[in-house]
């Protein structure tokens, strides 16, 4: 079955440290985008990719960088630089085009948490 | 820029009956989506419905449906004969174009908790 895959679901990081998050794709969609969600603040976008080698930051991309080689394919790595990274991530995908090209889908997520 | 805001952050509803999640949005584009999705304690993005800006009817998808009111640019979620396992955190997101690109914006969410 067609889905996102993200690993890990849970994370610990030593502060300092910078950690990757995996995000796989089989639904051979062209957008994909990284969210980060903390209690009462909803979902914010980080990073986001419409085609392969190509991605725009988001609305709080500081801390963060994301790579596009494969279109299945957009890790997320958390570097040290992040300032209060503890949070629950999600990635998600759609069909580019227009607003009528369906639903986005996402993964599990992963919960981050700084030691 | 577009915006969501759900003004609700928490909602209380009796088993079976209905209840109406806020949703207001705001967009210069006249070609959008809007998307409400659950999210239950285990954190997973369920997709409940889909309202495109040129659809003439209101969206339904079983007990869910959306009031589209485009003039006053709301898109409220309403679930009927509500159930247990309807209690979960509610998010309002909308699909328009922001500087060339179509990106899916959130609003901060409404917790449903449906009391037996």
């Known amino acids: 079955d067609g889905g996102i895959t993200q690993s890990p679901k849970y994370l610990f990081r030593k502060e300092g440290q910078n950690v990757t998050l995996s995000c796989e794709q089989n639904l051979n969609h062209d957008a994909m985008y990284w969210y980060r969600q903390d209690p009462g603040q909803g979902l914010r976008l980080i990073y986001y990719?419409?085609?392969?080698?190509?991605?725009q930051k988001g609305d709080i991309a500081e801390g963060y960088s994301v790579s596009r080689e494969k279109k299945e394919s957009f890790p997320l790595t958390v570097t040290s630089a992040q300032k209060n990274p503890t949070a629950f991530y999600l990635c998600?995908?759609?069909?580019?085009?227009?607003?009528?090209?369906?639903?986005?889908?996402f993964g599990e997520g992963s919960r981050l948490t700084v030691l | 820029a577009q915006k969501i805001t759900q003004t609700q952050p928490g909602m209380f509803v009796q088993e079976k009956e209905a209840v109406t999640l806020d949703c207001t949005y705001d967009?210069?584009?006249?070609?959008?989506?809007l998307f409400w999705y659950k999210q239950p304690s285990s954190g997973e993005m369920i997709f409940l419905i889909y309202q495109g800006s040129y659809d003439q009817q209101n969206a339904t998808e079983g007990r869910y449906s959306l009031n589209f009111q485009k003039a006053r640019k709301s898109a409220n979620l309403v679930i009927s004969a509500s159930q247990l396992g309807d209690s979960a955190m509610y998010f309002c997101?909308?699909?328009?174009?922001?500087?060339?690109?179509?990106?899916?914006?959130f609003g901060r969410g409404t917790s449903l908790i449906v009391h037996p």
């Open positions: 998600a995908s759609i069909l580019a085009g227009g607003p009528g090209t369906g639903e986005l889908f």
């Open positions: 997101a909308m699909r328009g174009r922001s500087g060339g690109s179509y990106i899916p914006t």
């Open positions: 990719s419409q085609i392969v080698n190509d991605f």
């Open positions: 967009t210069s584009d006249p070609s959008y989506g």
